[in-house]
């Protein structure tokens, strides 16, 4: 996909929302997760095939990283290498 294509799609533009929020020392992990279970169930399931789709380019071999990110680089090629998210599929309902 070309940078042009990516920075025009609604999910490079919600992504960059998400940064906005992340880039906070007050941001809370846990309330953001309850916070979740707050949408219409199809919406939680769509948000949970994001974040698989997060762990699998995060986890690949060609996903560059340093100090800052190397664990959670690790955590996610050990899932992807684990072969769960291989396993099974998350249907759109």
Same mark, same amino acid.
């Given at each position: 996909?070309?940078?042009?294509?990516? /920075?025009? &799609?609604? /999910?490079?533009?919600?992504?960059? +929302?998400? +940064?906005?929020?992340?880039?906070?020392?007050?941001?809370? +992990?846990?309330?953001?997760?309850?916070?979740? $279970? $707050?949408?219409?169930?199809?919406? %939680? %399931?769509?948000?949970?095939? &994001?974040?698989?789709?997060?762990?699998?380019?995060?986890?690949? +071999?060609?996903?560059?990283?340093?100090?800052?990110?190397?664990?959670?680089?690790?955590?996610?090629?050990?899932? *992807?290498?684990?072969? *769960?998210?291989?396993?099974? $599929? @998350?249907?759109? @309902?």
């Amino acid at each position: 996909m070309e940078r042009h294509e990516l /920075e025009n &799609s609604r /999910e490079f533009k919600a992504a960059k +929302e998400l +940064e906005h929020a992340l880039n906070d020392y007050g941001w809370n +992990e846990k309330r953001f997760a309850i916070a979740v $279970t $707050t949408f219409h169930k199809t919406l %939680q %399931q769509t948000l949970f095939r &994001s974040m698989v789709e997060v762990i699998k380019t995060m986890g690949s +071999e060609g996903y560059g990283y340093d100090l800052r990110n190397k664990a959670s680089h690790e955590i996610c090629k050990k899932i *992807v290498e684990s072969g *769960v998210l291989e396993d099974e $599929t @998350i249907p759109f @309902i």
